[in-house]
């Protein structure tokens, strides 16, 4: 990982678990968007190195983060090996398309620095982190969000009924991040009080986000283009954004097109949204950065 330049913007783009083959998967997707000025580092979590917590459990390496705990398992396991890196960079995405901890984790110990700058500096350089779940979430809401007059002689407003869904992996995914989008648009984990009509759901691959790049590539674009299909056709409304919602999908967006095409028809699935997290998540936080939100 080289020493980020001081003339421009760095940002580090974190994969928490320990497979290098999905690191190096993200590297073009980000080349491509032509970010000139940006210097993107990458940071996979190690596959040799085992973390002690205070309380002395061990935590290893995950290599293939399949549901919710793992995720968690992650954020502790790549804690202390970031964390170091904060005064170096200007952003942090973290690459895990989960409601992970990491990205809390960051958000607190920036605050904590930025804290300690202010009485010395009125006006310290700010630091930016987002998830790259957070960052599609936020996007496909802007692509499909819109206020329309009613029509007729009043001046009253109604929004789409437009809606955005998600493509992930393995089963247990499809309630993992239902609720993590609940939660995160209507900030409620109370399963009773929290909804929000703009989510039409997740439908996944059954694949594991290792197995999209160890299985045959014809088997991944059928099970990815199967998956849209069925989440399209489970929406009450237009679904008009999709997410993928897994790191390791990056650069499968034809797949997901071909369910749309097959679901809509040539005209109408061509218009569907297809949200990269990665490219979300890079393009909001060099957005953030020039912008010192």
Known sequence: MAEPSKSRLSILIINPNTSTHMTDALKPIVDNLGFADVQFDYLTAPSNES???EDGRVIDGVPSINSGEDSATSALHCRPFVEPLIPKYDGFLVACYSAHPL?????EAISKLENSALSVDSKPKRKYVTGIF???????LSLVGSFHMTGGSGLHKTQSKEMFGIISTGSIWRDELSRAVEAFLVNSDDEKTSSTNRFAGVETTGLTAVELHTTPAEEVRRRISEATRRLIQAAPHPLTAICMGCAGMAGMEEAVRDGCVEAYGRQEGNRVRIVDGVVAGAGMLVTACKAGF
């Open 51 to 53: 973390v002690t917590l």
């Open 103 to 107: 990205v809390g984790m960051l958000k």
């Open 134 to 140: 957070e960052a599609s979430v936020l996007m496909s």
